[in-house]
């Protein structure tokens, strides 16, 4: 068989795993925000090739992209790949893939955020491979006025719908929802960054930034409830929704 042709076909196969992380029924839905006084909020979906024509595709998913993604919303953020891969897809939003292997590097900014702000709510969907969404997005923390305070969220809620089996190992559909205190934070927020690493094979297919100026918990805390797996030839797990949660100070 010839170079081309092997090429071909492994780029189909790894751009339909792509797709089959996405192919199971329909994730969680992320949690309605309702915050007190003044709030703004940004959402992306619908980050694919077909909307997004222009972006690089699967041969070319390491080059930088044209301009970032505006989110919709009353906020005016906007989302951005600051390094390695990702491109809007046909497998139903930014899938992390390439002829090489790595990762890939997003942003989630706001060069003007909401005047007062104490409080932001994260909530990402996202597709990929391993039994613990940090392996799917580790290193995500929220950063403002340009600097690189890493921030930790606050409070966490995570529900995994399980998928198929993909490279002898479990799939899930994550909903992950993380807010930020930001009540003690001394000096006036004027701009934030959210960043994350997205990893190999992950799927992101919506995004939310929830703003306030007024803080209270927005996302509940669950009981963690303990994740169990099938071995063997098992294709596919089923729809099973588990909790999982966090809290990091």
Request: one cysteine or more.
């Given at each position: 068989?010839?170079?081309?042709?092997?090429?071909m076909?492994?780029?189909?196969?790894?751009?339909?795993?792509?797709?089959?992380?996405?192919?199971?029924?329909?994730?969680?839905?992320?949690?309605?925000?309702?915050l007190?006084?003044?709030?703004?909020?940004?959402n992306?979906?619908?980050?694919?090739?077909?909307?997004?024509?222009?972006?690089?595709?699967?041969?070319?998913?390491?080059?930088?992209?044209p301009?970032?993604?505006?989110?919709?919303?009353?906020?005016?953020?906007?989302l951005?790949?600051t390094?390695?891969?990702?491109?809007?897809?046909?497998?139903?939003?930014?899938y992390?893939?390439?002829?090489?292997?790595g990762s890939?590097?997003?942003?989630?900014?706001?060069?003007?955020?909401?005047?007062?702000?104490?409080?932001?709510?994260?909530?990402?969907?996202?597709?990929?491979?391993?039994?613990?969404?940090?392996?799917v997005?580790?290193?995500l923390?929220?950063?403002?006025?340009?600097?690189?305070?890493?921030l930790?969220w606050?409070?966490?809620?995570?529900?995994?719908?399980?998928?198929p089996?993909?490279?002898?190992?479990?799939?899930?559909?994550?909903?992950?929802?993380?807010?930020w205190?930001?009540?003690g934070?001394?000096?006036p927020?004027?701009?934030l960054?959210?960043?994350?690493?997205?990893a190999?094979?992950?799927?992101?297919?919506?995004?939310?930034?929830?703003?306030?100026?007024?803080m209270?918990q927005?996302?509940?805390?669950?009981?963690t409830?303990?994740?169990?797996?099938?071995?063997g030839?098992?294709m596919?797990?089923?729809?099973?929704?588990?909790?999982?949660?966090?809290?990091?100070?």
């Amino acid at each position: 068989m010839k170079f081309l042709e092997k090429r071909m076909i492994l780029n189909g196969a790894l751009a339909l795993a792509g797709s089959c992380l996405l192919a199971g029924e329909a994730r969680a839905d992320f949690l309605v925000i309702n915050l007190p006084g003044t709030s703004e909020v940004s959402n992306w979906s619908g980050m694919t090739a077909v909307n997004y024509p222009g972006y690089p595709v699967y041969p070319t998913s390491a080059n930088p992209w044209p301009s970032p993604i505006a989110g919709s919303g009353s906020a005016g953020m906007s989302l951005n790949k600051t390094a390695g891969l990702g491109f809007p897809s046909n497998g139903g939003g930014i899938y992390v893939g390439g002829p090489v292997s790595g990762s890939g590097n997003f942003v989630v900014s706001d060069a003007a955020s909401l005047s007062s702000l104490e409080t932001v709510v994260f909530q990402i969907q996202v597709s990929g491979i391993g039994a613990s969404w940090t392996n799917v997005i580790p290193s995500l923390s929220l950063n403002y006025n340009g600097g690189s305070q890493a921030l930790v969220w606050d409070y966490s809620q995570v529900e995994a719908v399980a998928g198929p089996i993909m490279f002898g190992q479990p799939s899930f559909d994550y909903t992950v929802s993380l807010q930020w205190d930001l009540t003690g934070v001394v000096d006036p927020i004027s701009s934030l960054g959210i960043q994350w690493t997205a990893a190999e094979h992950s799927v992101t297919s919506a995004l939310q930034v929830v703003q306030g100026d007024t803080m209270v918990q927005a996302v509940p805390e669950p009981a963690t409830v303990g994740l169990v797996f099938l071995s063997g030839m098992v294709m596919w797990l089923g729809r099973r929704r588990v909790h999982i949660n966090g809290r990091m100070s």
